[in-house]
């Protein structure tokens, strides 16, 4: 349970350092479950995502050493998880399914709760395990799933990210080989293949729409350093462009967040690459127009703090929201502090440009809540931001500090207490 106190703030300057990306590391720990070898994961970051899914990996029998910001995980004999209010509490779960199915024949997992920024079925997980021969058996609550593996051809209605992480955990331990067809292509993709083939797999195709994998025996250890988080990046540049501010961004990957890119520069930013990092500087004036896709188009996950810079932005900036059906729950509580923003379905429009007032907000979900944080930067006076669910921080290590480092002035109390996650 966290509050944030976020006083207004005249303008951010400074550098920070990106983290390693949630949306990355959450897929290379629950390969552990592929090998009795160690894997190695280099700089995690410390967020409550990871550490509930540490738990729900150690109830499945991986063993966990650190050692500082280095994790170490090997599994001898790995079984399904058993508490289901561990798995009900994150989504990503769902992904010692694949790997679990493909090392023991036998998965049983509870189905992740529906979540708050829509409905989130699994059917494509489902449908890809089936193609690789798996018998797949729902029960109120939870799915069970047992077969030995063959190779399969998996075509996705959607380019679903889990849906292809899933898969490809499963298939690396496959008899034979697995096409997947309209692929997710997110860099988390790239890395994953890349991390599993190091682990000895045969994948080719990572980041096209279509994935190729020639099943192994059995899959060895390795050492690995994940891809930094471009939807930390993008938070942070998103909020040095509502303060006119000029922040350096070290570590960054410019060649993962090109529509994001594109679309500040539109607002009037400047943005610079160089061997120091990605420099933001300049005022952001002009209203945007943002549809979100699947990647490479813009990020469902930069909507809402893209949304918040949009805040500043004279004149109506346009939000469509392809992915996920209820993503705009942000938008209420912007107006709380005095936005104009209205709600057609799908569609935000925001006539942004006029001054915000400091009240007490809360943090609806992960970006919506980053997002929240921002708006307080640029409201007069001060937000109390509350987060009883701790929503921020399953994504995002100490955004707060990183913000302050800026020139922010964001508190926050931690009142220790159950958390309950989307
Ligand atoms: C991942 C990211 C999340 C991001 C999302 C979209 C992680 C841990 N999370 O979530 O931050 O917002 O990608 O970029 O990496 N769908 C189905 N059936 C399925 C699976 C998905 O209909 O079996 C739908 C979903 O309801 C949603 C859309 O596909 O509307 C996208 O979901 P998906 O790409 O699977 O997102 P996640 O992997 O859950």
Known sequence: MATYRIRHCEQLSGEVS???AKNAVLPLLCAALLTREPITIERVPMLTDVETLLEILSECGVNI?????ELTLWSDEPQSPTSENLLARMRASVLVMGPLLARTGYARVALPGGCAIGQRPIDLHLKGMQALGAEVHLTPGSVTLQGTLHGGNVYLDFPSVGATENILLAAVLAKGSTRIEN????????????FLNDMGAKI?????GTIFVEGRESLHGCTYRPIPDRIEAGTILCASAMTEGSVLLRG?????????LFKLGETGVTLRESPAGLRLTGRASQPIQVRTLAYPGFPTDMQAPMMALSL???????FLETIFENRFMHAREMVRLGANIRIEDRIALVNGGHALAGTTVSSTDLRGGAA??????VAEGETVLLDPAGHIARGYENLPGMLRSLGADVTVEEIPGEEIHG
């Not at 692929?183 to 890349?194: F, G, N, R, T």
């Not at 080719?204 to 096209?208: F, I, K, V």
């Not at 929240?372 to 930067?377: C, E, I, P």
């Open 204 to 208: 080719s195709g990572g980041g096209t």
């Open 252 to 260: 960054a990957r410019p060649d993962h967040m090109r529509a994001l």
């Open 18 to 20: 990106i983290h390693t």
């Open 312 to 318: 500043c932005l004279r004149g109506t900036s346009v």
């Open 65 to 69: 050493s650190r050692n500082g910001d």
């Open 372 to 377: 929240m944080m921002l708006s307080g930067l």
């Open 183 to 194: 692929a997710a292509k997110e860099p988390e993709i790239i890395d994953l293949c890349a």
